[in-house]
C-alpha cells in the first residue's frame, strides 16, 4: 500500500496550492480520508478529514481558506488552500487508518 502525496511548494502568503493523495494497493472508499501537518518544533495537527459519504471536518485554524475532497473512482484525496498564510508552513502528510503517506512541504513566504 502507498500513499503519493503531491503537489506542495513554496507560496506568496494570499496564494493557493492543492495536494493530492493518490493512493496505490488497496481501494480505501469505505474510510475516511484526512490530511494532518507538522510544522518545526510542533506537533502534528489535523488539517481536515472527510468521510467515504462525503462529510467534512476542518480545523478552526483553517475553516473558510480550506476545502477537502475526495474521488473515489481514482482513489485520491485532495486539500484545496487558498489565501494562505505562514502559519500554514508545515509538511502536510495524507493518511488513511493505519497508513501515511510521505508528506509533502509547503512553505508560505514573501
Known amino acids: 500500500v502507498q500513499l503519493q502525496a503531491s503537489g506542495g511548494g513554496l507560496v506568496q502568503p494570499g496564494g493557493s496550492l492543492s495536494l493530492s493523495c493518490a493512493a496505490s494497493?488497496?481501494?480505501?472508499?469505505?474510510?475516511?480520508g484526512a490530511w494532518y501537518r507538522q510544522a518545526p518544533g510542533k506537533q502534528r495537527e489535523l488539517v481536515a478529514s472527510?468521510?467515504?459519504?462525503?462529510?467534512?471536518n476542518y480545523a478552526d485554524s483553517v475553516k473558510g481558506r480550506f476545502t477537502i475532497s475526495r474521488d473515489n473512482a481514482k482513489n485520491t484525496v485532495y486539500l484545496h488552500m487558498n489565501n494562505l498564510k505562514p502559519e500554514d508552513t508545515a509538511v502536510y502528510y495524507c493518511?488513511?487508518?493505519?497508513?501515511w503517506g510521505q508528506g509533502t512541504q509547503v512553505t508560505v513566504s514573501s
Open positions: 472527510i468521510t467515504s459519504g462525503g462529510s467534512t
Open positions: 494497493g488497496r481501494i480505501f472508499s469505505r474510510y475516511t
Open positions: 493518511t488513511y487508518p493505519g497508513y
